[in-house]
């Protein structure tokens, strides 16, 4: 009879340690980080001799660009933090250091939110680089990437919906 209650609590004291099988992945999503970093000034650095002679579209296309690879790498941050203390540790942050003021703030569900958020917001740029080069993009994709992120627009109500009603 003894046997089940330990074997109970081995198991569970096992799938309570896997949670550390995530700090690796979180680990790489710093590594990610990095690479995105590299393409944003390999990004800034091509069209920076150019600016000159870039017209106003152009120009404006260049800066969307860094602005989305800005917002993704934002997106890497959250998820990597957050996802860190709601799913395997609290960081251990001296209380002296400089502490971001929402780490430790975002739950799941608010972390589920700011990644649809966060999506819209890379569609939204995403689809006004295509309306800027619009000449260039065939009709059939243009409705494409319209109904794309109108998806993503209504998923992200959707679950900003969801999560209000559950909360009440």
């Known amino acids: 009879m003894r046997l089940i ?3 109970e609590y081995t198991m569970e004291r096992i799938m309570y ?3 550390w099988l995530l700090a690796p992945i979180y680990v790489g999503m710093s590594l990610t980080l ?3 970093s590299i393409k944003f000034f390999q990004e800034l650095f091509y069209f920076l001799p150019h600016i000159l002679d870039l017209s106003d ?3 404006v296309l260049a800066f969307l660009s860094l602005i989305d690879l800005s917002l993704v790498a934002n997106l890497i941050v959250i998820v990597m933090f957050s996802g860190y203390e709601n799913f395997v540790s609290r960081l251990d942050i001296s209380p ?3 502490k ?3 780490l430790g703030t975002h739950d799941y569900t608010s972390l589920k939110l700011k990644v649809a958020a966060s999506i819209v917001a890379i569609s939204s740029i995403h689809l006004l680089k295509v309306f800027m080069n619009i000449e260039d993009t065939a009709n059939e994709k243009i ?3 319209v109904v794309i992120h109108l998806t993503f627009v209504l998923s992200a109500f959707a679950m900003g919906y969801l999560d209000k009603l559950t909360k009440h």
Request: charged share 15%.
């Open 17 to 19: 340690a896997s949670r």
């Open 96 to 98: 002296t250091a400089e």
């Open 100 to 102: 971001l003021e929402w």
């Open 34 to 36: 990095l690479a995105l």
């Open 5 to 7: 209650p330990q074997l």
């Open 143 to 145: 409705l494409w990437y």
């Open 57 to 59: 579209s152009n120009l």
